[in-house]
Each structure stands twice: as C-alpha cells, then as structure tokens.
C-alpha cells in the first residue's frame, strides 16, 4: 500500500512552491527593470538626436517619417500635446494642429463638389498649393498624421481605402462593401454605368441602382446624361479629375 505524505513533507512542497514564486517574481521584475532602464537610455538619445537634428526634422518630410517610427519604437508621441518638451524643441505639435485646420478648410471647400470624399493624393496637392510660402515641405504621412489627430476629436475624418485609392471622409457617411466595390471600379475611368456595374460585378440591376441611390443620395455622384449612348454616367469627383468630366459625351 502507497503512504500518503505526511505533514512534513506537505509543509516542505509548499515551501518549495513559495520559493519558486517568489524567484519568478525577482526575475520578472528584473526583466522589468531592465527594459524601463533601455527605454529610458532609448529616449534620452531620442531627445539629443531631436536636438541634433531638429532643422531637418520641421523641414525634410521623409526625415520626419522616420523620426516618427523612431519615437513609436520607444513609445513617444510627439503630437501627444501642443506643450512640453517636444513641442518646444520642434515645434512639430504646432505644424499638425496647423495642417489640421488647414485639411477641415480644404475639406469644407471642396465638399460641395465631391461630397465629403477626396482622394488623399488630391487633399495633399491642394493643402501644398495652400502652404506654397511656408519653408515645411508636407509629405502624404504628414496628412495622415494631421488626419489622425482630427479623429480624435471626434470629428468624423477618417482614411478609407478603396481599392488601390485612400480616400479622405469628411463627413459621417457608412460606406458598405457594395458602395466601396463600386468606388473601386470608378477609379479605372473615373465614373460608371449601371451596365458596367452589373456586369464587372456580377450585381442584378436592383443591388446595382440601390447603391448607386445611396452614393448619390450622399452627394458622392455626379450624374452626366449627355451621351449619344443614352447611358447615364456616374462620376465619382473623388477618384477622378472634374477636368475630364463629360469628355467622352
């Protein structure tokens, strides 16, 4: 028959378990230790490489996407706030707050003719055209970043993609899977057909006018009925230049 353990040699497993504990405890928290001390080490250089660099920084954009992922790689966020050291090295909190309204204005201007929606690659044409006195170059990651920052407002910007498109949304308007199918399509000539939508993506004629309503009913579309085809174009502004907009009637 098989003896149990006695009470001894109970109280020694115990022991034995509280020492194991406590052990992993110590080497966690020298692990932890540890990586607080790196990170520390991480953004002091942080701060003498900003310091070092800072013309470049404000006035090369490529320079300043890098130094972005440097500062996400150590958990800095330069654009946490308008105060405080960041900001008064850089500056850098003042030039989004800067972009940013300068986005909205662009955004407002534009939305009676696109409904809300611009292609980022148009929105960073525009803000450049804007800022052409300004010494800061402003790259596409700039915008993104400004974008960013708006949403956290709770202002209803956001960047959507549509197939190989981002596109800027400036007001609060679901898109579905269908409406962002057929935005995709759009980017090939800058609008569509209910024919061509029906038959690029295998829709009935009901799904293909329903979001087409929709799009229109947004403001995203453009209707163009002069053809010889008979065939109504849906031109869609924000994937597509209003230069060529009943160019081939």
Not at 10 to 37: C, P, S, W
Not at 139 to 155: N, P, Q
Not at 221 to 231: A, L, Q, Y
């Amino acid at each position: 028959m098989r003896r149990r353990p006695g009470i001894g040699g109970l109280q020694t497993a115990a022991a034995a378990r509280d020492q194991y504990r406590a052990l992993g405890e110590n080497v966690a928290k020298l692990r932890t230790d540890l990586m607080k001390e790196q990170l520390a080490t991480f953004r002091s250089q942080l701060e003498e490489f900003a310091r070092k660099h800072k013309n470049d920084i404000r006035k090369n954009p490529s320079f300043r996407s890098q130094f972005h992922e440097m500062c996400a790689k150590v958990g800095v966020d330069p654009l946490a706030s308008n105060k405080g050291f960041w900001a008064e090295l850089l500056g850098i909190g003042d030039f989004y707050y800067e972009l940013g309204v300068q986005i909205v204005e662009i955004c407002l201007a534009t939305r009676p003719l696109n409904g809300g929606l611009i292609d980022l690659q148009e929105l960073c044409k525009l803000l450049r055209r804007k800022r052409k006195h300004d010494r800061e170059a402003v790259s596409e990651d700039d915008c993104l970043r400004a974008i960013s920052k708006l949403k956290t407002l709770g202002s209803g910007f956001e960047v959507i993609s549509a197939g190989k498109k981002k596109l800027v949304r400036s007001v609060p308007t679901e898109l579905n899977k269908d409406h962002n199918a057929i935005l995709e399509l759009a980017q090939v000539q800058g609008y569509v057909t209910v024919d061509e939508v029906e038959r690029r993506l295998s829709w009935t004629h009901g799904r293909a006018i329903d979001a087409l309503d929709t799009l229109l009913d947004e403001g995203l579309v453009m209707i163009d009925d002069g053809h010889r085809d008979g065939k109504r174009r849906y031109w869609f502004p924000c994937v597509s230049s209003l230069s060529s907009f009943g160019a081939d009637s």
